[in-house]
């Protein structure tokens, strides 16, 4: 990381994979194999003692390790000769039973898991929050006309609270999908030199389900040293909200460009320019955009560590350790700027309004085309419409004028007439969307109910 990476993403980002967080979490696992090692009648109580206080009080260098993993080729390599020196002024009969049994994908990958349980802890924290900005936005604005817009052009009329509501629904797909996910990839990696934990003989399992519970992780039914698939169904689901936090970033950005102007952030001071004192940017959406872009590349890079072989992978592994760590922060830093982005929002309810009247009415041209297909068939009725709409934009006067004064609409009578003035009437266009809102807003009560 550098301080092109540092400034778009919160400011204690770095530290969920950090080289201290890394020490620890290998640490723990030497510590813990040891103690569960007594306790299985595998290796003696003072040995193992010896190696849980080592492992308490052990400060490492991260960078004597790494210059030391170049050489070794494994970074526990380094770990077990530096806990063993210590262990060599303390009680060095302990050494020949420290790692017993263990082998270096062990330790890095219950490390791994260990870092990934508290990023994903974190990660699902401000992923609530987003949430939890969302659906009470969506209540409140379940009536709130607004242009949609497709192909970034005005569409129909839909409802504020229908677009929260949908940005809301793939955030706790993802949320519900990270929880199942976690109980399957958070587990303990206890296998050995082979995976089959040939050196524990019987004693492994016990062991490993010892040690499982000490670190409150799962405890799977055999080593996954190259069998990757629950490990990166957990990582891709972060790849698949990364990809739903960008898309809520660019409609915000979208939306607070001062020609709609339709929402914009609370701080007037934030988004400054260098350059333009006027300019207000949407930072916070500009750092989920940065952060999330990202991640699609680490995940083909992750997925296309799999084919590890045999029992131990030769590069795939490494590369997939190298690179797990910034798919989780990358991910974290977007659910971070969206929840700012959220927390500082202003809707302009009048301005929706506004730019939904500017159009002169053109956007109620499906309903007004599909009424008057009954007095003068669909072809003439939508082209009309269609030239009608043209002109409406052009001379600034309500398509609805046009097309009453138009001596093809003569035939209809007052209530005919009345009939299809009423299709331009917001509240009743919006209507649609508020019953699908409504709709949105119960399921995800019941989901997050459930």
Same mark, same amino acid.
């Given at each position: 990381?550098?301080?092109?990476?540092?400034?778009?993403?919160?400011?204690?980002?770095?530290?969920?994979?950090?080289?201290?967080?890394?020490?620890?979490?290998?640490?723990?696992?030497?510590?813990?194999?040891?103690?569960?090692?007594?306790?299985?009648?595998?290796?003696?109580?003072?040995?193992?003692? !010896?190696?849980?206080?080592?492992? !308490?009080?052990?400060?490492?260098?991260?960078?004597?390790?790494?210059?030391?993993?170049?050489?070794?080729?494994?970074?526990?390599?380094?770990?077990?000769?530096?806990?063993? +020196?210590?262990? +060599?002024?303390?009680?060095?009969? !302990?050494?020949?039973?420290?790692?017993?049994?263990?082998?270096?994908?062990?330790?890095?990958?219950?490390?791994?898991?260990?870092?990934?349980?508290?990023?994903?802890?974190?990660?699902?924290?401000?992923?609530?929050?987003?949430?939890?900005?969302?659906?009470?936005?969506?209540?409140?604005?379940?009536?709130?006309?607004?242009?949609?817009?497709?192909?970034?052009?005005?569409?129909?009329?839909?409802?504020?609270?229908?677009?929260?509501?949908?940005?809301?629904?793939?955030?706790?797909?993802?949320?519900?999908?990270?929880?199942?996910?976690?109980?399957?990839?958070?587990?303990?990696?206890?296998?050995?030199?082979?995976?089959?934990?040939?050196?524990?003989?019987?004693?492994?399992?016990?062991?490993?389900?010892?040690?499982?519970?000490?670190?409150?992780?799962?405890?799977?039914?055999?080593?996954?040293?190259? +069998?990757?698939?629950?490990?990166?169904?957990?990582?891709?689901?972060?790849?698949?909200?990364?990809?739903?936090?960008?898309?809520?970033?660019?409609?915000?950005?979208?939306?607070?460009?001062?020609?709609?102007?339709?929402?914009?952030?609370?701080?007037?001071?934030?988004?400054?320019?260098?350059?333009?004192?006027?300019?207000?940017?949407?930072?916070?959406?500009?750092?989920?955009?940065?952060?999330?872009?990202?991640?699609?590349?680490?995940?083909?890079?992750?997925?296309?560590?799999?084919?590890?072989?045999?029992?131990?992978?030769?590069?795939?592994?490494?590369?997939?350790?190298?690179?797990?760590? +910034?798919?989780?922060?990358?991910?974290?830093?977007?659910?971070?700027?969206?929840?700012?982005?959220?927390?500082?929002?202003?809707?302009?309810?009048?301005?929706?309004?506004?730019?939904?009247?500017?159009?002169?009415?053109?956007?109620?041209?499906?309903?007004?085309?599909?009424?008057?297909?009954?007095?003068?068939?669909?072809?003439?009725?939508?082209?009309?419409?269609?030239?009608?709409?043209?002109?409406?934009?052009?001379?600034?006067?309500?398509?609805?004028?046009?097309?009453?004064?138009?001596?093809?609409?003569?035939?209809?009578?007052?209530?005919?007439?009345?009939?299809?003035?009423?299709?331009?009437?917001?509240?009743?266009?919006?209507?649609?969307?508020?019953?699908?809102?409504?709709?949105?807003?119960?399921?995800?009560?019941?989901?997050?109910?459930?």
């Amino acid at each position: 990381m550098n301080v092109f990476t540092n400034y778009l993403l919160p400011q204690d980002a770095g530290t969920l994979f950090g080289d201290a967080a890394l020490c620890r979490a290998m640490l723990s696992f030497e510590s813990t194999l040891a103690m569960a090692q007594v306790h299985e009648g595998v290796i003696p109580a003072t040995a193992g003692r !010896a190696i849980a206080a080592v492992c !308490a009080s052990l400060e490492l260098d991260p960078a004597a390790l790494v210059e030391a993993g170049r050489h070794s080729g494994a970074m526990a390599v380094p770990l077990v000769a530096a806990i063993a +020196q210590a262990l +060599q002024g303390t009680v060095p009969d !302990a050494m020949r039973h420290l790692h017993y049994g263990a082998t270096t994908q062990d330790v890095v990958d219950t490390a791994q898991v260990l870092m990934t349980r508290h990023a994903c802890t974190r990660l699902l924290a401000e992923l609530d929050a987003c949430i939890g900005l969302l659906l009470p936005m969506a209540r409140q604005h379940q009536c709130t006309p607004m242009l949609a817009r497709t192909l970034l052009q005005p569409a129909q009329v839909t409802s504020w609270g229908l677009k929260c509501a949908q940005w809301a629904q793939p955030l706790q797909r993802s949320r519900d999908q990270l929880h199942t996910l976690s109980q399957h990839a958070l587990v303990l990696q206890l296998g050995g030199a082979a995976g089959n934990l040939s050196t524990l003989a019987e004693a492994g399992d016990r062991v490993a389900a010892r040690m499982a519970a000490q670190l409150q992780l799962g405890c799977p039914d055999s080593s996954w040293h190259t +069998q990757r698939d629950a490990w990166m169904r957990l990582g891709m689901e972060v790849a698949v909200l990364s990809g739903s936090l960008s898309k809520i970033a660019k409609d915000l950005a979208l939306l607070s460009q001062a020609e709609v102007g339709e929402v914009f952030a609370r701080d007037a001071h934030q988004g400054g320019s260098s350059a333009m004192p006027h300019k207000r940017n949407p930072v916070a959406c500009m750092q989920a955009v940065a952060a999330s872009i990202q991640v699609p590349h680490l995940a083909a890079t992750l997925l296309s560590t799999m084919s590890q072989a045999h029992e131990r992978a030769l590069g795939e592994w490494q590369a997939e350790v190298a690179v797990w760590p +910034q798919l989780w922060v990358q991910a974290f830093g977007a659910t971070s700027a969206i929840r700012d982005a959220l927390a500082g929002l202003h809707v302009d309810a009048a301005r929706m309004t506004h730019n939904i009247d500017q159009l002169q009415g053109v956007i109620y041209s499906e309903s007004i085309a599909h009424a008057l297909a009954a007095y003068l068939g669909k072809p003439q009725a939508v082209s009309l419409v269609r030239a009608l709409g043209a002109k409406a934009l052009q001379s600034h006067t309500p398509l609805i004028e046009l097309l009453l004064a138009d001596e093809a609409l003569a035939v209809l009578v007052p209530a005919q007439r009345n009939a299809v003035r009423a299709l331009c009437c917001p509240l009743l266009a919006v209507a649609p969307s508020a019953r699908l809102c409504g709709k949105l807003l119960q399921k995800c009560t019941e989901s997050t109910c459930s």
